[in-house]
């Protein structure tokens, strides 16, 4: 379980990085990845599976909004 | 079967459903008739999410808790479901076993490049008549794509999962349709922005100018003057702009119900920011507005008792000319001085109170030298003196934390376009508890409580509810980032070049506004040479005079030293490439004017300018 989410957040991340260097403006480019890279490894520590699922969640709804922006 | 009775057309749904839930009698017919699931649904968000669906569910519906034995998560699943049908999107659902395998029917079945649409006979798909749907195949550039937004938040990861593989489908379908595309985005460390020129949607291709490579952009270090759109905020106006466009204040159908939604969902976002209640928050068109409102408002409400006003010398140029119009109306109006440091005395303040004062205005912020005032000092001694306390906000809201109740704040104006939101929209913070009262200045159908008539424009205070959403999520981080680069930008100019002087206080100061002033270097001619970086001398509003500005005035700089300051503004957005990019050509440009300089000359001799006797022609 623990594994299987491993991944899924590394997923998750890859994704977005890949999805936020489309963006054609430098300015949003730059701020999204800093902003992933900085999120992600601001979360790296958290351990209640609860606030993890919801930080996935709202990841993933951020990755809609760059796909769409992008 | 339940998919047959409840089709996706809502208007035509009879009022029981076969779930045993019963709608209230003329209930938004968007949703499926869950007017007391709606109770029930707990989400991780606040209150408001809350509060609108109970909204847009029927006001008045009792609460009956033992009715339902679905959990939060499958209601939101339906709520997704119907706004997928209401909006042509076959979305296998309703029937509860679809629920199980969320992402699992329906969406996969769809033909990846068109965007989809029900055609009928579709699993959960409605009979609905064609004619409201775009054709089959026809790309419509954005129109159907994000129009799921409002949902986004609503719904549960689970339930929106469903959809958001119908919105990547519609997104391919919407990429992939002609229209000018964005280059490729410069590679590498390129500090001018590689952004394409902008063209029209409507010169669809090749009447374009041909292909000369990337239009390089200057560097914007101009944040003061606005900022540019977060992407999140875009992202929750675009629905708004696109498929959900009522009126607001329309209450006989659904468009005006879903629009009112959203307009009081981003009304608690800007209230849950400054720590207000959403019914004190009024949308305008942007601070000058709201300072409007504050200042000629209150002083003429209290007109009969009260003729007096304070501000300050550094205030906005809509402030000062409001207590200018004011003057001209009969009232008094002192105009505070500040001190070297740009912050006001407190002690001339509470000196400058008289028993007919109305109102105190400061701003929190200011917007050229980037000092803080000390607002809750201020605030305490207003409301201890009983006098009402306005400050405009403009530039702190988003920035730093204000709340308007430690603060003791009665009237605050925000801006849109200073917190990453939309150009042309702001709100003004007035208190209900003590009421404020004011005189409303624009006179009309009495929307906004009869404080500011005229429609509210949804798509642009959804963009400010979301901006201000952000900004609480961003608020320490940015505020942790910005820090460091104006820490990086003042200390790498001022150990390089001499004689360089940071206007304001250096303490009580919002790091991401610098102003500096480079002596023997005017002001002007140093920002034409730094023309690969937007950059400003000043305020916007000023800065079609040729006069120094009056903040710098009225702080004591010297008329030289005046004329050649420049305003850094750091924003979200800025790199730190950027920034030394900046710094860079400002210390290589400064020097170079220096050089260039017959004064710059006499002070390397040793000749103390101030007493030079110019001679007279």
Same mark, same amino acid.
């Given at each position: 379980?623990?594994?299987?989410? #491993?991944?899924?957040?590394?997923?998750?991340?890859r994704?977005m990085l890949?999805e936020?260097?489309r963006?054609?403006?430098?300015?949003y480019?730059t701020?999204?990845?800093? #902003?992933? #890279?900085?999120?992600? #490894?601001?979360?790296k520590?958290?351990?209640?599976?609860v606030?993890?699922?919801?930080?996935?969640?709202?990841?993933k709804?951020?990755?809609?909004?760059i796909r769409?922006?992008? | 079967?339940?998919?047959?009775r409840?089709?996706?057309?809502?208007?035509l749904a /009879? +009022?029981?459903?076969?779930?045993?839930?019963?709608c209230?009698?003329?209930?938004?017919?968007l949703?499926?008739?869950?007017?007391?699931?709606?109770?029930?649904?707990?989400?991780?968000?606040?209150?408001?999410e809350?509060e609108?669906?109970?909204w847009?569910f029927?006001?008045?519906a009792?609460?009956r808790?033992?009715?339902?034995?679905h959990?939060?998560?499958?209601?939101e699943?339906?709520?997704?479901?119907?706004?997928a049908?209401?909006?042509?999107?076959?979305?296998?659902?309703h029937?509860h076993?679809?629920?199980r395998?969320?992402?699992?029917?329906?969406?996969?079945?769809w033909?990846?490049?068109r965007l989809?649409?029900?055609?009928?006979?579709r699993?959960g798909?409605?009979?609905r008549p064609?004619?409201? %749907?775009p054709d089959?195949?026809?790309?419509?550039?954005?129109?159907w794509?994000?129009?799921?937004?409002?949902l986004?938040?609503?719904?549960?990861?689970?339930?929106?999962m469903?959809?958001?593989?119908?919105?990547?489908?519609?997104?391919?379908a919407v990429t992939?349709?002609?229209g000018?595309?964005?280059?490729?985005?410069?590679?590498?460390?390129r500090?001018?922005v590689?952004?394409?020129a902008?063209?029209?949607?409507v010169?669809?291709?090749t009447t374009?100018?041909?292909?000369?490579?990337?239009?390089?952009?200057?560097?914007?270090?101009?944040?003061?003057?606005?900022?540019?759109?977060?992407?999140?905020?875009?992202?929750?106006?675009l629905?708004y702009?696109i498929?959900?466009?009522?009126?607001?204040? *329309?209450?006989?159908?659904?468009?005006g119900?879903e629009?009112?939604?959203?307009?009081?969902?981003a009304?608690?976002?800007?209230?849950?920011?400054?720590g207000?209640?959403?019914r004190?928050?009024?949308?305008?068109s942007?601070?000058?507005?709201?300072?409007n409102?504050a200042?000629?408002?209150?002083?003429?409400?209290?007109?009969?008792?009260?003729k007096h006003? =304070?501000?300050?010398?550094?205030?906005?140029?809509c402030v !000062?000319? /409001?207590?200018?119009? !004011?003057?001209?109306?009969?009232?008094?109006?002192?105009?505070?001085?500040?001190?070297?440091?740009?912050? &006001?005395?407190?002690k001339?303040?509470?000196?400058? &109170?008289?028993?007919?004062t109305s109102?105190?205005?400061?701003m929190?912020?200011?917007?050229? &030298?980037?000092?803080?005032?000390?607002?809750?000092? =201020?605030?305490q001694?207003c409301?201890?003196?009983?006098?009402?306390?306005?400050?405009?906000?403009a530039?702190?809201?988003?920035?730093i934390?204000l +709340?308007v +109740?430690?603060?003791?704040?009665? %009237?605050? /104006?925000?801006?849109?376009?200073?917190?990453?939101?939309?150009?042309?929209?702001?709100?003004?913070?007035?208190r209900?508890r003590?009421?404020v009262?004011?005189?409303?200045?624009?006179s009309?159908?009495?929307?906004?409580?009869?404080?500011?008539?005229g429609?509210?424009?949804?798509?642009?205070?959804?963009g400010?509810?979301?901006?201000?959403?952000?900004a609480?999520?961003?608020?320490?981080?940015?505020?942790?980032? =910005?820090?460091? !680069?104006?820490e990086r930008?003042?200390?790498n100019?001022?150990k390089?070049?001499?004689?360089?002087v940071?206007?304001?206080d250096?303490?009580?100061? $919002?790091?991401?506004?610098?102003n500096?002033?480079?002596? $023997?270097?005017?002001?002007e001619?140093? !920002?034409?040479?730094?023309?690969?970086?937007?950059l400003?001398s000043? *305020?916007?509003?000023?800065?079609?005079?040729?006069?120094?500005?009056?903040v710098l005035?009225? =702080?004591?700089?010297?008329e030289?030293l005046a004329?050649?300051?420049?305003?850094?503004g750091?924003g979200r957005?800025?790199?730190?490439?950027?920034?030394?990019?900046t710094?860079?050509k400002?210390?290589?440009?400064?020097?170079?004017?220096?050089?260039?300089s017959p004064?710059?000359?006499?002070?390397?001799?040793?000749i103390?300018l101030?007493?030079?006797?110019?001679t007279?022609?």
């Amino acid at each position: 379980m623990a594994a299987s989410s #491993r991944a899924q957040v590394l997923d998750l991340y890859r994704a977005m990085l890949r999805e936020s260097k489309r963006f054609s403006s430098y300015n949003y480019r730059t701020y999204a990845v800093r #902003r992933i #890279r900085d999120a992600f #490894r601001e979360n790296k520590n958290v351990k209640d599976p609860v606030e993890i699922q919801t930080l996935l969640n709202k990841a993933k709804r951020d990755l809609e909004v760059i796909r769409r922006q992008a | 079967m339940g998919r047959d009775r409840c089709s996706g057309q809502p208007w035509l749904a /009879s +009022n029981a459903h076969p779930n045993g839930h019963e709608c209230a009698k003329g209930a938004a017919t968007l949703h499926h008739g869950f007017p007391n699931a709606a109770h029930q649904l707990s989400t991780p968000h606040s209150d408001p999410e809350e509060e609108t669906k109970m909204w847009l569910f029927g006001k008045g519906a009792e609460e009956r808790p033992g009715r339902h034995a679905h959990g939060a998560t499958h209601h939101e699943a339906h709520l997704d479901a119907v706004e997928a049908a209401w909006l042509g999107l076959s979305v296998g659902t309703h029937g509860h076993r679809h629920l199980r395998g969320i992402g699992k029917c329906g969406p996969r079945r769809w033909p990846k490049s068109r965007l989809y649409v029900s055609h009928g006979k579709r699993r959960g798909g409605r009979s609905r008549p064609d004619e409201s %749907l775009p054709d089959r195949g026809e790309a419509l550039p954005g129109a159907w794509g994000p129009g799921l937004q409002p949902l986004r938040k609503v719904g549960s990861a689970s339930g929106t999962m469903l959809l958001r593989a119908a919105w990547r489908r519609a997104a391919v379908a919407v990429t992939a349709a002609p229209g000018p595309k964005p280059a490729a985005p410069t590679r590498g460390l390129r500090l001018r922005v590689g952004d394409r020129a902008p063209q029209s949607a409507v010169t669809a291709d090749t009447t374009s100018a041909p292909e000369a490579g990337p239009v390089l952009r200057p560097l914007y270090m101009d944040v003061q003057a606005t900022t540019p759109l977060d992407p999140r905020v875009l992202d929750a106006m675009l629905p708004y702009l696109i498929n959900y466009y009522g009126n607001p204040h *329309s209450r006989t159908h659904a468009y005006g119900w879903e629009s009112e939604a959203a307009m009081e969902r981003a009304r608690q976002q800007v209230a849950s920011l400054i720590g207000a209640d959403p019914r004190e928050i009024i949308f305008t068109s942007g601070a000058t507005e709201s300072n409007n409102i504050a200042i000629k408002g209150v002083a003429r409400f209290y007109r009969s008792r009260k003729k007096h006003l =304070i501000t300050t010398q550094t205030e906005h140029k809509c402030v !000062l000319d /409001s207590c200018r119009s !004011l003057e001209a109306e009969g009232f008094q109006v002192t105009y505070l001085p500040v001190q070297k440091s740009g912050i &006001i005395d407190l002690k001339e303040l509470e000196a400058a &109170i008289q028993p007919d004062t109305s109102l105190v205005s400061v701003m929190t912020v200011n917007n050229e &030298i980037g000092v803080k005032q000390p607002i809750a000092e =201020i605030g305490q001694i207003c409301s201890s003196r009983k006098v009402y306390f306005h400050t405009d906000a403009a530039q702190a809201v988003g920035k730093i934390p204000l +709340n308007v +109740n430690d603060m003791k704040i009665d %009237l605050m /104006s925000i801006s849109g376009h200073k917190i990453y939101g939309p150009k042309g929209v702001g709100a003004i913070y007035i208190r209900r508890r003590p009421r404020v009262r004011v005189e409303a200045l624009q006179s009309g159908g009495g929307q906004e409580r009869g404080m500011r008539s005229g429609t509210v424009p949804t798509p642009l205070v959804v963009g400010l509810g979301a901006a201000c959403e952000v900004a609480q999520q961003e608020m320490e981080y940015d505020h942790k980032r =910005i820090s460091k !680069l104006a820490e990086r930008l003042i200390q790498n100019i001022m150990k390089s070049l001499p004689d360089v002087v940071m206007n304001g206080d250096p303490e009580h100061h $919002y790091p991401g506004c610098i102003n500096l002033s480079f002596a $023997y270097v005017e002001g002007e001619s140093l !920002l034409m040479a730094l023309k690969d970086v937007a950059l400003s001398s000043g *305020s916007a509003c000023t800065s079609a005079s040729l006069e120094p500005s009056y903040v710098l005035r009225a =702080i004591g700089t010297d008329e030289d030293l005046a004329h050649s300051s420049i305003r850094f503004g750091i924003g979200r957005f800025t790199t730190e490439e950027e920034v030394d990019y900046t710094v860079e050509k400002c210390i290589q440009h400064v020097k170079r004017l220096r050089e260039m300089s017959p004064l710059w000359e006499m002070v390397q001799d040793g000749i103390d300018l101030k007493s030079i006797k110019w001679t007279q022609h």
